[in-house]
Nanobody, 123 residues
Framework: QVQLVESGGGLVQAGGSLRLSCAAS????????MAWFRQAPGKEREFVAA???????FYADSVKARFTISRDNAKNTVYLQMNSLKPEDTAVYYC?????????????????WGQGTQVTVSS
């Protein structure tokens, strides 16, 4: 069983920054692909960023060059640094674990999810 706990969400003005954290339980964290998704009210959950166990990263076009995913295997934690935030980034952000070394851009590719953390960007 893997448990994920996100933190770091909040209210920020457009152009500001936030760093989300996702602490994971489990002995094999470093072997798994990790990702961040988000869901805005009335919309489907969408892919934001992912990182394979070896460190290769993938980003949605909408966040490329603004967001950075990283992980600290010693701390069993994955991060999402979000810069130049826009009102359209407002959503609940979820981290997820793939029980595989690779990653997917679809939610179905992930076995475990955190409870989510709210990010609100004001204009």
């Amino acid at each position: 069983q893997v448990q994920l706990v996100e933190s770091g969400g909040g209210l920020v003005q457009a152009g500001g920054s936030l760093r989300l954290s996702c602490a994971a339980s489990g002995r094999f964290f470093s072997s798994y692909g990790m990702a961040w998704f988000r869901q805005a009210p009335g919309k489907e959950r969408e892919f934001v960023a992912a990182q394979t166990w070896s460190g290769t990263t993938f980003y949605a076009d909408s966040v490329k060059a603004r967001f950075t995913i990283s992980r600290d295997n010693a701390k069993n934690t994955v991060y999402l640094q979000m810069n130049s935030l826009k009102p359209e980034d407002t959503a609940v952000y979820y981290c997820a674990v793939a029980l595989a070394t690779s990653v997917s851009t679809t939610a179905g590719g992930y076995a475990y999810w955190g409870q989510g953390t709210q990010v609100t960007v004001s204009s």
